[in-house]
């Protein structure tokens, strides 16, 4: 059975806590026979905690299986990219270092290539995989695009991913600041690489000791936090 074309798999790193919670229930899974196929990365460890989920990108044209010189890595009418099938995998490793976006794990004790499936065995029946299933802070989301713009009125999902001169589509969507997505409809990741962290100051107007400020005249339409800057 398909996975419903309405339903779509979303990552927000700006939600993401680290708490790891995606990373225990995928080894639930039963197609992933106790292994995560899901893990965490952080964005710049020396600096920050920020974490980023990553999972299968379900690439529209996949790179992993395009390499692959046993034809090992099928990807399904409805675009889900699965793991290699074990009678053909001859454990080459041609698609970890071929995919962009470092997801195929090689297990050499098996001989076989595993990766993300987004839980074909839930999504194709229209469940939530394992991982957004159990995300409490809705960093991974599985719904409709409808859902998550109602959700995110800031942000807007990217499907489309540059690396030099490749363009890649996929079918799991990254949520970004919907004003970036406006001036270029995808996100250039050999040139994020080299972006710099912007500082951040946070001031607060502090008022004279005994000064009481007067009430605004509307308090409902007024921004609350006007006096602050980030």
């Not at 993401?16 to 039963?30: F, M």
């Not at 074990?86 to 698609?95: D, E, M, Q, S």
């Not at 991982?131 to 802070?137: F, G, L, Q, Y």
């Not at 409709?144 to 499907?159: F, K």
């Amino acid at each position: 059975m398909p996975k419903p074309d309405h339903l779509q798999f979303f990552i927000d790193p700006n939600r993401c806590i680290g708490c790891q919670a995606c990373v225990q229930a995928c080894t639930e899974c039963d197609t992933h026979r106790g292994e995560s196929m899901i893990h965490l990365e952080y964005v710049e460890r020396s600096q920050s905690v920020q974490t980023v989920p990553v999972v299968c990108m379900h690439c529209n044209q996949p790179t992993c299986a395009e390499v692959c010189p046993a034809d090992a890595i099928k990807r399904t009418g409805d675009g889900i990219v699965q793991s290699a099938r074990k009678p053909r995998c001859i454990a080459c490793g041609n698609c970890v270092m071929a995919c962009p976006f470092g997801v195929p794990e090689l297990y050499e004790d098996r001989q076989i290539m595993m990766k993300c499936d987004m839980c074909y065995d839930r999504s194709s029946v229209g469940k939530k995989p394992m991982c957004a299933a159990v995300c409490p802070s809705q960093a991974l989301f599985f719904g409709t695009r409808e859902q998550v713009e109602q959700l995110r009125p800031m942000s807007r999902p990217i499907n489309r991913f540059q690396f030099g001169a490749q363009v890649i589509s996929t079918q799991v969507f990254v949520m970004t600041p919907r004003g970036a997505a406006s001036r270029q409809p995808w996100v250039d990741v050999t040139a994020a690489m080299d972006e710099q962290a912007r500082g951040r100051s946070v001031t607060f107007k502090v008022l004279p000791a005994g000064a009481v400020p007067e009430p605004p005249p509307d308090v409902a339409n007024v921004d609350p936090f006007a006096d602050i800057s980030v």
